[in-house]
């Protein structure tokens, strides 16, 4: 086996906030659920029960809608996963490990996203964080209504956002990556913003907007606009 020439050329990062603008529901298990407890509970970080943003969440979100974005929809609607080298959605947000090289490692990493230090001040100090939103469903003959308790994070709660991204040069001085930075993760994060994070999108839920956002170096990032 020969050597390989491939090297991380650059690790970079985004930080900043998230901000709740409608109710945010990310579900959480159902087994953690109490007695007289919501019966469609938010996740939790278990340590200390607060609400939180998966990691897995976000960057769920970021390839379905980045998916759609460069068409690269397969006809049985599962994951997309061509593993071809050069492919966007597989270089930046991964295909399941196999035998062939294909477009190499996951570029992107994104944490868990926690509270942000002015929530958890706000929170400490009694604030409220949640609500519980009852949404009725008519029954169609008879009028009754069927209410349906759902735990939302309240919108103005802010989380943190960290992403870290790997530039791989594959012979190309790191060139496709660099690319597919501003391409992919940053217009990623934009197609969010235009549409939702967690369950109930269509009902209003779920609309957040990407605040403060800074790189490796503490220079600020802007969002591309969608319609270039
Ligand atoms: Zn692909």
Redesign the pocket.
Known sequence: MNETTWHIKQLKRIRGKIRVLTGLHIGGSPERMEIGGVDNPIIRDPANGEPYIPGSSLKGKMRSLMEWHLG?LQDDGKV?????PD?????VFG?PASDKVG?GPTRLIVRDCMLSEEARENYLKGAEIAEIKHENSINRITAMANPRPLERVLPGVTFDLDLVYRVIDTGDDGRTDTDYFQKVVLKALALVESDFLGGCGSRGCGKVRFEDLKDEKGRKLSLPSLES
Not at 80 to 84: A, F, N, P, V
């Open positions: 690269k997309h996963d061509c593993r071809s492919c966007p959605i597989c270089r295909c477009p």
